[in-house]
Structure formats: structure tokens, C-alpha cells
């Protein structure tokens, strides 16, 4: 998460103030926390469905913030009960600490004012919008993550996402984003007013008939700066990567209050065949404001060689721990760019942009850094 400014305020400061602290001004990285797992919570409803698509992803994530994430306010969080004489139901409540909205547990996992998605057919990373913190009732870490749940859940009620191959709907993830912007509208409308704007990126694996068998595809959707990236790692190519969407500098498209972006005037889809074996990764932009697009590749393709992927492919495995391991992929990408965000003399691709604008600016970007590595892989039978 960048500590963007959110679109009111982009219209009104001048273009040219300098955006971020200076050097001396950094976080120490004893201030940091960091998180990393293979897929984040799904509710126990969720965990019985069985797949029907013939591919899956393969995933780990890691997460660094540079600051804690703030509490989830209510209703979307219990807090603990300060009355015994409350019902015995809100002391159960109280200690639930999960967050809900509607009655079901938001999905994703909170990294700062980042959030990010982890399953087996969509993964997803968006950028809350940091300097909400300052406005009243502002909290971009809860639009970030409630955008990113209700459209992993319109993806999972939509029939042609869980069809199987021998069908051939096809997915609208754009329109899926829409209806999430419009329940994280009605979410936190009063009298649970809650303001914030967050860029939403997202990956969606699916599958398409070919002439003697089926083929993976995947539909990328984007609004902001935050990116999906698809590597070849035994050629090391960039076989696809989202475009950044800005209003004008450090000013990224952005869903939420005051702003006027919308997933159906916004958002780009991309439709791109890929390969088993590719892998897909989504970043916040605390990865691609420090790291260029070749240190990317050769991280992916030098962490997928030392865990012996190439092996152990060939070898047809295709279990969800097969392949060298996602997590470490993830792992290896957070601390390239946590090295260079905590560097006030490294060149970044962030000092390179604010130079272009007339900023003085040098080093890294400290910032929220999360990142979602997937590798695509054919289920057995």
C-alpha cells in the first residue's frame, strides 16, 4: 500500500509538492510486520465444495507492512464485551476474532491497508489508499479487503466459473467487480458510514475446449496500480503484464468514496492463454515501486530453480505442495523489495517516476509489499 492520496485530495494539492517523507523519515524494520501462507481462510461451507475445473493454482503469499493494520471496526469486528450481563451469545461473539459482514466471514487477509486473495481458481491484491487514515471515519484497509471478498465470491456463485469442461460459459469478472463495489457501497453506508478507496487486481484461472483436450486461460482484471504479472520461468519471459491506470502521479484509479472510478467504466480485462506450469503473480504496488520488471523474472525464475521446479514437473506431480514451493516464490519477492524499500541511496523504479515528475526523490519506496504467487497446474483425472 502507497500512501496514495485519495481523489479528493489528488484535485486539490498542487502537483508538484513532494508525496512522501524524506529518508531520515523511514520506518525501521523492527516496526515491520510480516505474514506468509499457502491459501488464506475460507469459512467451513466453503472447504466441502468440490472443484470441477481441470486446472488449479498452486499458491503461497507473503506479506510485509510497514505499520500495523488497524482493528476493523464494528459491526464487522466483535469486540470483547465489557458486561456480564450481556447475552451469553455476544460473549461468544466477542471472542471470535474473524471479521463478518453479512453474516459470513470476510475473506482475504489484511497486510496494512493492503489486501489479498489466495484460492485454488482466484487470486487477487488490492492497494488501500493509506491517507484515509487521516479523515474522519476513514478506513482503506476495510475497503480493500471487502472489495476483494465479495468478488471472490461473486466468482464462486457464477456458473460458468464452476463449470466443467465440457461447457463453454464464460466468466465476466469485471462485471463480478462491479457488484462487489456496489455491496462494499451498501456495507459501509450509514448508519456503518466507513470511507476509503482502494485499486483492485485480480486473476482468475479457467479453462477453454481446445481440439483434442482443455486449456488453461485466465482473465485478469485491473483498476489502479497494483499489477498481474505472468512468467515463463524456464525462458524467463513476461508473458503478461496489467498497465498501470493513473488520474496523474501517485494519483491511482481507485474505487470508493469521492471517487469518480467505476469497474464497469474503469476496469480492464484481459483475456490470455496460458501454460502449465507458468506461474502468475499479484503485487501491490509496494513491489513494483521498487522492484523493475527483469529483477522480477530472474527472483521467479531463480527461486523456482534452486527449489528444483523443473524436477519435479517432469515428474508429473501436481499435488498442491508439487512444483517448488509458491510460498518461497512469494517469500524471495517481498524481500527483493523490502531490501530496496528500506534503502535511502537504492534506484527504484518509484525514484526513476518521481525524478520524470520534477520530485526530489531518492531510494527505495517503504511501503505495504504483497505479494501472491500462483503456478498453473492440471488436476489428476
Known sequence: MRRHRPIASCLSVPSHQPLWPSPARRWSSSQAITSEGTKTPLPEAALGQKPKSPFYFDTGYALYAKRPSRPFPPPFLSMPSGSFSDPLSTHNRSRDRRSYVNGEMIRGITNGDDAVLVG??????????????????GHAALWSRLILHFWALEAERDGSVTSTTSTSLEPNPVAYLQTAYENTLEATAAPNEWKGTTTACGALLHHAQEATSSEPVLYVTNLGDSQVMVVRPE?????YKTIEQWHWFDCPRQLGTNSPDTPKANAVMDKIKIREGDVVLAMSDGVVDNLWEHEVVQNVHDSMQRLGYGDQKQAGDDTPEAGG???????????????????????????ERAVEEGLAMEGGKLDDISVVAAVCRRRKG
Do not use: C, H
Open 325 to 351: 514451493g509458491m510460498l518461497d516464490v512469494a517469500k524471495e519477492l517481498v524481500k527483493a523489495a523490502r531490501n530496496i524499500a528500506e534503502d535511502p541511496y537504492a534506484e527504484s523504479p518509484f525514484m
Open 120 to 137: 485454488e481458481n482466484f487470486i487477487g491484491a488490492n492497494d488501500g489508499v493509506g491517507a484515509w487514515a487521516q479523515k474522519e471515519r
Open 235 to 239: 525462458t524467463q519471459e513476461i508473458i
